[in-house]
């Protein structure tokens, strides 16, 4: 069991930046992690995961824009969120699976999500 809370969402401007954190009562080279987005309306998308070994994927759309770490000494997961539009609206999730095989943007095979933070990007 992995307890996740995120933080960090907010209201910005067009062209502004975001840095989500999602807290995890554990955070070890156990799991694989990943941010997810669900904007009204919508469903859940992927937004980038990381796996066991640091390795980065991310949703082609957003590449560029966002980056995702984290730092296990802290167990903490990040998105950085740079050159927000107004399409980013969204509550944003984080998740975590034990999987031995990280599941990237397959939202069904995490088994961990937190409460989500909302981010509102103003034109």
């Known amino acids: 069991q992995v307890d996740l809370t995120e933080s960090g969402g907010g209201s910005v401007q067009a062209g502004g930046s975001l840095r989500l954190s999602c807290a995890a009562s554990?955070?070890?080279?156990?799991?694989?992690m990943g941010w997810f987005r669900q904007a009204p309306g919508k469903e859940r998308e992927g937004v980038a995961t990381?796996?066991?070994?640091?390795?980065?994927v991310y949703t082609d759309s957003l590449k560029g824009r966002f980056t995702i770490s984290k730092d296990n000494a802290k167990n903490t997961l990040y998105l950085q969120l740079n050159s927000l539009r107004p399409e980013d609206t969204a509550m944003y999730y984080c998740?975590?699976?034990?999987?031995?095989?990280?599941?990237?943007?397959?939202?069904?095979?995490?088994?961990?999500w937190g409460q989500g933070t909302q981010v509102t990007v103003s034109s």
């Open positions: 998740a975590a699976t034990p999987r031995f095989s990280c599941p990237a943007m397959r939202a069904v095979l995490y088994d961990f």
């Open positions: 554990k955070l070890d080279s156990g799991y694989c």
């Open positions: 990381v796996t066991r070994d640091g390795g980065t």
